[in-house]
């Protein structure tokens, strides 16, 4: 008899706690019907101008729809990768709206938007001795190259001449006239042939580039032209040639 009523103790606890669990349940859809929450997304820290929105950068958040203001971005596909407007930061907890953000090639000072018929924009590594002189956006530059040759021997000279400088950045990506940059060079960006870019990229795996600006007047008719009559390109068409017999055998 005592355990028959133990049992249906046990019994009503069970069936009670099912009930609970059903009117929460019960509760929470009928909150959310009410609330009618829709998923979104905010910026998980303070976002810097003209910077690229990156996973950790976003909060997935669920707000009454009522509260979703209008022109928001609210999946994060439709944020990763683009890139902060230039006039200033998304602060945390901020939702994303779309004036906010631009893709890469909408930027107005995107690079690839100041590039000419048949040019691509070349990156090079750059630091505050390897550019002879003061090199800014809009400058022409000669592209220097200095190798040692496989018996030992230095070899220098001109590789590219008159070349344009796109954009000047510091190590954050950041112009340098931005009030947020460390006013050092990292990268600069130069508008070159698209055909001359295995010469510079061997250049750079045998050797050292740097830039130096020029006094000469320039013509627009030669812009980023190669150097045809020196010994440095000459001696890179033989190493593209030689890496291009050993990749066929």
């Not at 001359?196 to 250049?203: M, W």
Request: with cysteine; hydrophobic share 35%.
């Amino acid at each position: 008899m005592k355990k028959e009523i133990i049992l249906k103790s046990i019994l009503v606890l069970v069936l009670t706690g099912i009930l609970v669990l059903v009117f929460c349940a019960a509760a929470n859809l009928r909150a959310e019907q009410i609330l009618n929450l829709q998923t979104t997304c905010i910026a998980a820290r303070d976002i810097p101008p003209r910077t690229k929105v990156k996973p950790e950068d976003i909060l997935e958040v669920q707000i009454p729809m009522e509260y979703l203001q209008d022109h928001t971005l609210n999946t994060k596909e439709d944020i990763i990768g683009k890139y902060t407007d230039i006039q200033g930061k998304i602060p945390a907890g901020s939702p994303f709206f779309e004036t906010m953000l631009k893709r890469e090639e909408d930027l107005p000072d995107n690079p690839t938007a100041q590039l000419k018929e048949g040019q691509s924009a070349y990156t090079l590594e750059t630091d505050l001795a390897r550019l002879g002189g003061t090199v800014i956006p809009g400058q022409r530059t000669d592209i220097y190259v200095t190798m040692t040759r496989r018996d030992g021997s230095p070899i220098s000279g001109c590789l590219i001449e008159n070349a344009r400088v796109i954009a000047v950045k510091d190590h954050k990506g950041l112009d340098l006239d931005d009030p947020q940059s460390t006013g050092t060079p990292y990268l600069a960006i130069l508008a070159v042939n698209r055909n001359d870019l295995p010469y510079l990229s061997a250049a750079e795996t045998a050797g050292e580039v740097r830039l130096f600006s020029n006094g000469r007047s320039y013509d627009s008719t030669k812009e980023a032209v190669m150097a045809d009559d020196t010994k440095i390109v000459e001696y890179l068409e033989q190493l593209m040639n030689q890496e291009s017999e050993s990749a066929v055998s």
